[in-house]
């Protein structure tokens, strides 16, 4: 796999982490300090969470910590459903350590002894090198019961994911671990207050937890010097293989994504029209809207699209929209948990819709559609159906020449 760091600070990738005496080192520096003071470098370095919400880790972590109960976990999201996404797979193999440490550090400030790293059954050979960390770590006494001879335990065990896209939404993935299916909850209560066997729990992604031991070690200031006060640190991005240097890459916040396309990725083997950025629930950018913004969270979203989790999957010239939002529903409505109904029928009915439109059999009712997408939006308890019409409604915004034979005006 093609990895790449072109930030200026190698937070993600440096090897400042990749030996069991590193780790003890990190980790008795964490141990002899007051908890709050780790909490609040945590905070004041402004991460936010790498999963695709954005939310604020130290904020996370402090709200946890708050809950007065003896029993709470630290659960690594390492579904990494995404189209095109594969930077959480290079650190579970690449830098394991930090990934490990990273829960660590929050179990020891939220007053949690036990982790599970839920991690898709597709990635075996993360869970191999992930599983050798442990037992490495267990040995070391650098975890498990007594933590390097003080009274701090901390446990970790792997739950392997069996495929479904569904599972990366935390209150999915927590009824997976538990055994129960994979369906959506309602929220409040959040995981922080209500989680894993109604315990406090805090979620986080793979590359959240993999950047604590950097900011730990250098400082807030190192991490959120890079970018800005709302989109701080690096990042990794995926690029796919329409990409001349295709790979993960650790690129700073704020880089301009013309230089991304074009400096980083060396552009493209052949015509691409769209950039579908941040998994299926992500914008899809025409290349010349895409150019003109920078890797920041808040700026993808206020041009109405979504940076997620990073990863960039290009839409050739050649290959129709009208497929691609096909593929859309269909990915939603396969993939769809089938708890909230306009999730469930919504991603379907679409489905059928453009079913018939490529197959000839009818054209796309474009009033039906329009209602159909902002019933999904509003209606859908979760992002898996509730976001797709955010890449739908971008390409009927930007593509709509390449539906100009396919659309019903009236119905
Ligand atoms: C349908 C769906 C799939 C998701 N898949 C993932 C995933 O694969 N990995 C992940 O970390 N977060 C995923 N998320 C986001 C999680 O629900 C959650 O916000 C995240 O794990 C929190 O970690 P963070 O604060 O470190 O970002 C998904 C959300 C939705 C709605």
């Not at 008795?28 to 790498?50: A, W």
């Not at 690449?94 to 599970?116: H, N, R, T, W």
């Not at 790293?117 to 597709?122: A, K, M, S």
């Not at 191999?128 to 490495?136: H, L, P």
Request: aromatic letters at 8%; a positive charge; hydrophobic letters at 35%.
């Amino acid at each position: 796999m093609y990895s790449k760091s072109f930030a200026t600070k190698t937070i993600l990738m440096g090897d400042d982490l990749s030996s069991i005496d590193q780790f003890k080192e990190l980790v008795s520096n964490v141990l002899k300090k007051d908890k709050k003071e780790t909490l609040k470098t945590v905070t004041e370095s402004n991460l936010c969470g790498r999963g695709g919400a954005g939310f604020p880790t130290g904020m996370k972590w402090n709200l946890c910590s708050q809950q007065k109960v003896e029993k709470k976990y630290v659960v690594c999201n390492a579904d990494e459903g995404d189209s095109g996404a594969y930077s959480d797979r290079y650190l579970l193999e690449e830098q394991p350590l930090k990934v490990i440490f990273g829960m660590l550090v929050c179990a020891y400030i939220i007053g949690s002894d036990e982790g599970v790293l839920y991690i898709r059954g597709e990635y075996p050979k993360s869970i191999e090198i992930i599983n050798g960390a442990i037992n490495e770590l267990k040995k070391a006494n650098l975890l498990g019961k007594n933590i390097l001879g003080t009274n701090f335990s901390c446990d970790m065990t792997i739950c392997i994911g069996q495929g479904a896209y569904i599972c990366g939404e935390e209150s999915a993935l927590i009824a997976s671990i538990e055994g129960r299916r994979a369906e959506v909850d309602v929220r409040p209560p959040f995981p922080v207050v209500e989680g894993l066997y109604k315990k406090p729990t805090v979620v986080n992604n793979v590359e959240t937890l993999a950047a604590i031991p950097c900011i730990l070690k250098f400082g807030a200031k190192t991490f959120s010097s890079v970018g800005n006060a709302k989109s701080a640190g690096t990042k990794l991005v995926c690029l796919d293989s329409l990409f001349k240097k295709p790979g993960v890459y650790e690129i700073d916040m704020g880089t301009p994504m013309k230089k991304i396309i074009n400096e980083i990725g060396e552009g493209f083997v052949q015509p691409v029209k769209a950039l579908q950025v941040g998994g299926p629930l992500g914008g899809v950018i025409p290349i010349k809207e895409v150019e003109k913004l920078n890797l920041d969270f808040q700026e993808f979203t206020k041009a109405g699209f979504m940076l997620g989790h990073g990863s960039v999957v290009s839409i050739p010239e050649s290959f129709s929209m009208v497929k691609y939002i096909h593929h859309l529903f269909k990915f939603s409505s396969d993939e769809s948990c089938g708890k909230c109904f306009p999730g469930r029928l919504g991603s379907y009915r679409g489905k059928e819709m453009f079913d018939q439109a490529l197959n000839k059999s009818n054209k796309i009712p474009i009033k039906l559609l329009n209602e159909l997408l902002v019933t999904m939006k509003k209606g859908c308890l979760c992002a898996l159906c509730g976001a797709i019409p955010v890449p739908i409604s971008n390409i009927l915004k930007y593509f709509t020449h390449e539906f100009k034979d396919d659309i019903n005006q009236s119905a």
